[in-house]
C-alpha cells in the first residue's frame, strides 16, 4: 500500500453524494490497534460463551448499569446504582422492548436512560430525527433540553444518512471501532439538543459499534462492552481528546480514534474482570447454601456483593443497618458477629471501634 492509500479521506468512505467532516486518519497507526481490539474481543467472546443464558443476562445487566451510571457522570448527573442495576435486569428479563416504567423504584429519567441503551444495544434498526427525539424525551420526561437550532442546519440529516449507509463492516469496508469514534464525534460535533448531548453520542458510539460488527458473535461482544466507565476513569484525556477532534484544527482524527479503541481493549478487560467477580460470587452462595442465615444477613451479603461494591465493598455496622433496616445497633452487631464466626466475612484487622468493618470472604 502507497503512501497515499495508507490515509483514508472521509468522503472515500461516505455514501455517494453525502457531504461530511472532510476527517482523515492514518490506517497504518490504527492497524495495530485494531489487531488489539480484536484480540481482546475474542477473548471475551470466549468467556462469554461459556456462560449459561441466566449468567450472560446478569452480565448485561451489570455493564448496563455501569454504563449508565457512568455516562450520566460524564455529563454531571448522578444516579443510584442499586436503582439502574434492578431497573436493567428487569429490563432485560421483560424483553428490550417490553418493560414499563416503576416510579417507585426509579424516576422517570433513569428509566429513560436505561431504554435508551437498551435501545442502542438491542434495535439494529435504522436511525432516524424520530428515534433521536425519543431517546431526547427519555432523558428529559418533563421537557428540558430542547433542540438547540433547526435540524437541517444542525446537519444531522448528513449524519444520520452516513450512519444508515455504514451499519455492516462487510458494506462500509470501516472497522467497527472507527465507526464508534466518528459517530459519537460527528454527533457531539453537532450538538442538536441542549442538553443530553454526550449521552446521546456515546449510547450512538455504542450502536455504530454494535451494528458495525462483520458477525453476530461479534455484535454480542459490543453488547456487553461497557465503554462509558472508562471514558469516565480517563476522564481527562476523554474530555481533551474529544474536545481537540471537535475543534477541528487538524482534520487528522487518528488520535481520537486511537483513544476509543484503547478504551475498548480496557473495557473489555473490565468484563473479564466482571464475569470473574460473578463466578466468585455464584461459588460463594454454593459453599453457603446450607449456611443458616436470617433475611437481614442475606440481604446485606447481596447488597455487598454486587459488582458495584457498596462503601468500597466494606460492611460497618452502619451500613448493616441501613441495609437491612436493622431494629438497633446491638441487633446489627450481633448479626455481623454471627457472619464472622461462619466465616462469611472477616474483619479488616486494621480497623477498630467505631471504624470496625468487614470484607466478604469470597475463597
Avoid at 71 to 98: F, H, P, Y
Avoid at 103 to 121: K, P, Q, T
Avoid at 198 to 220: D, H, S
Wanted: charged share 25%.
Amino acid at each position: 500500500m502507497d503512501a497515499a492509500a495508507a490515509e483514508h479521506l472521509w468522503h472515500s468512505l461516505a455514501p455517494p453524494g453525502i457531504a461530511g467532516p472532510a476527517w482523515r486518519w492514518s490506517n497504518s497507526e490504527l492497524e495495530p490497534a485494531l489487531r488489539a481490539v480484536g484480540t481482546a474481543g475474542a477473548v471475551l467472546l470466549a468467556r462469554v460463551a461459556a456462560l449459561s443464558d441466566e449468567y450472560r443476562q446478569q452480565l448485561e445487566a451489570e455493564l448496563c448499569c455501569r454504563e449508565a451510571v457512568s455516562t450520566a457522570a460524564l455529563d454531571g448527573v448522578l444516579i443510584d446504582s442499586r436503582e439502574a442495576r434492578m431497573l436493567a435486569l428487569k429490563r432485560l428479563r421483560a424483553g428490550r422492548a417490553a418493560a414499563a416504567p416503576d416510579e417507585e423504584s426509579a424516576g422517570a429519567a433513569l428509566h429513560g436512560l436505561i431504554d435508551l441503551l437498551a435501545d442502542a444495544s438491542g434495535n439494529p434498526g435504522p436511525m432516524s430525527e424520530t428515534r433521536l427525539r425519543v431517546w431526547h424525551r427519555g432523558l428529559f420526561p418533563s421537557g428540558a433540553g430542547v433542540p438547540s437550532r433547526a435540524w437541517p442546519e444542525a446537519g444531522i440529516g448528513p449524519f444520520l444518512h452516513w450512519f444508515n449507509g455504514t451499519g455492516h463492516a462487510s458494506k462500509s469496508g470501516l472497522d467497527a471501532p472507527l465507526r464508534c469514534g466518528i459517530a459519537q464525534l460527528w454527533f457531539e460535533t453537532q450538538r442538536p439538543f441542549e442538553d443530553g448531548n454526550g449521552r446521546i453520542g456515546r449510547a450512538l458510539g455504542e450502536q455504530a459499534l454494535i451494528v458495525g460488527q462483520a458477525t453476530p458473535a461479534e455484535g454480542r461482544i459490543a453488547r456487553i462492552q461497557a465503554l462509558s466507565p472508562v471514558f469516565l476513569r480517563r476522564q481527562r484525556d476523554y474530555q481533551d481528546q474529544l474536545e481537540a477532534a471537535r475543534r477541528g484544527e487538524s482534520p487528522d482524527i487518528t488520535p481520537w480514534l486511537l483513544f476509543v479503541a484503547a478504551c475498548m481493549i480496557e473495557a473489555d478487560t473490565e468484563a473479564l474482570r466482571c464475569i470473574d467477580r460473578m463466578m466468585q460470587i455464584a461459588w460463594f452462595w454454593v459453599r453457603h447454601r446450607g449456611t443458616p442465615l436470617n433475611d437481614r444477613q442475606r440481604k446485606a451479603l447481596d447488597s455487598v456483593l454486587s459488582s458495584d461494591p457498596l462503601d468500597g465493598g466494606w460492611l460497618t455496622n452502619r451500613l448493616y443497618s441501613q441495609l437491612t433496616q436493622c431494629p438497633s445497633a446491638v441487633t446489627a452487631s450481633r448479626d455481623l458477629t454471627q457472619l464472622e464466626q461462619l466465616g462469611l466475612i472477616r474483619r479488616d484487622p486494621g480497623a477498630g471501634g467505631r471504624s470496625t468493618r468487614y470484607e466478604v470472604v469470597l475463597s
